[in-house]
């Protein structure tokens, strides 16, 4: 089975800049679309970053998101990071048919 | 703008079915894909299924495919998650989540299943 990996929790000032990997376990995970989103304590998730490097309209272009085929893994990065980015954050592909989520990363932002 | 409601929380007991219901409203209903994600207190993110509400045709998670079901009432723009034979480590917070096969783009404020005797 398919998996996708992530750190357990990252931690960082504000003002700074953080990258977010997801790593996945077998086969390309590009050419799957890999989506992001946040999870603020408490709250439903909101979508972040799609199809890989993607921002819905109201996301900050603080967040941008990429590929790097060589090491099969999708990154979220948040730059210029404020106190409200703090959240757990979960990246997702689709498998032929199934949703994956990765396990999710605790941001602290202090 | 896009919005899904969901249905209140229940309590049910264990071997119980519950149904949670999700109104979209803001878009054109049979234009999009619905999913299910489910998440259990303390953990991460599980994809239960998706329903495409423009033919009706419905994909589960292997996990969950022999338990749950998934319907709507297109009139009323609203879809439908049924879970079956409920037990204790079915307490979650359910989310619908609009978007298309691979994606989700408006999640549901979520409900919260709680499974006790």
């Known amino acids: 089975n398919f998996m996708l990996t992530q750190p357990h929790s990252l931690s960082e000032s504000p003002g700074k800049t953080v990258t977010i990997s997801c790593t996945g376990s077998?086969?390309?995970?590009?050419?799957?679309?890999v989506q992001w989103y946040q999870q603020r304590p408490g709250s439903a998730p909101t979508t972040v970053i799609y199809?890989?490097?993607?921002?819905p309209s109201g996301v900050p272009d603080r967040f941008s998101g990429s590929i790097d085929s060589s090491s099969n893994s999708a990154s979220l990065t948040i730059s210029g990071l404020k106190t409200e980015d703090e959240a757990d954050y979960y990246c997702?592909?689709?498998?032929?048919?199934?949703?994956?989520f990765g396990g999710g990363t605790k941001l602290t932002v202090l | 703008q896009v919005h899904l409601v969901q249905s209140g929380a229940e309590v049910k007991k264990p071997g119980a079915s519950v149904k949670v219901s999700c109104k979209a409203s803001?878009?054109?209903?049979?234009?999009?894909?619905l999913h299910w994600v489910r998440q259990a207190p303390g953990h991460g993110l599980e994809w239960m299924g998706w329903?495409?509400?423009?033919?009706?045709?419905?994909y589960y998670s292997q996990k969950f495919q022999d338990r749950v079901t998934i319907t709507s009432d297109t009139s009323a723009s609203t879809a439908y998650m049924e879970l079956t034979s409920l037990r204790s480590e079915d307490t979650a917070v359910y989310y619908c989540?609009?978007?298309?096969?691979?994606?989700?783009?408006?999640w549901g404020q979520g409900t919260l299943v709680t499974v006790s005797s």
């Open positions: 997702q592909c689709y498998d032929s048919t199934n949703w994956v």
């Open positions: 077998s086969g390309s995970i590009a050419g799957n679309f």
């Open positions: 989540a609009r978007g298309e096969r691979y994606l989700a783009d408006y």
């Open positions: 329903f495409n509400a423009g033919n009706g045709n419905t």
């Open positions: 199809e890989d490097n993607q921002r």
């Open positions: 803001g878009y054109t209903f049979t234009y999009y894909v």
